[in-house]
């Protein structure tokens, strides 16, 4: 089974940054989309950013102008570049491909911003 695997989490202080990175263990084909999602201690998971095949990207209004994602559908990759990070994006971070339908998440990688 596809599985995708998440890095560059970690501990950061306020006002820095942090690249996410996620890639599938095998080829998916026809890739619709892939995004990054997040979920804190005792809120539902939301959506932070995603991306179309066709390359649009759609953000939060809590990351606009901080958090830029970029991704491969070839290469089944998706980043998600964080800069001025804030305490409030404390969180899991977990990426998701989608495909016809079928949602692929990752594992999820710990992100926390100190203050």
């Known amino acids: 089974q596809v599985q995708l695997v998440e890095s560059g989490g970690g501990l950061v202080q306020a006002g820095g940054s942090l690249r996410l990175s996620c890639a599938a263990s095998a080829t998916i084909f026809s890739i619709n989309g892939m995004g990054w999602y997040r979920q804190a201690p005792g809120k539902q998971r939301e959506l932070v950013a995603d991306?179309?095949?066709?390359?649009?990207?759609n953000y939060a209004d809590s990351v606009k102008g901080r958090f830029t994602i970029s991704g491969d559908n070839a290469k089944n990759t998706v980043y998600l570049q964080m800069n001025s990070l804030k305490p409030e994006d404390t969180a899991v971070y977990y990426c998701?491909?989608?495909?016809?339908?079928?949602?692929?998440w990752g594992q999820g990688t710990q992100v926390t911003v100190s203050s």
């Open positions: 991306i179309t095949g066709g390359g649009r990207t």
């Open positions: 998701n491909f989608q495909r016809w339908g079928y949602d692929y």
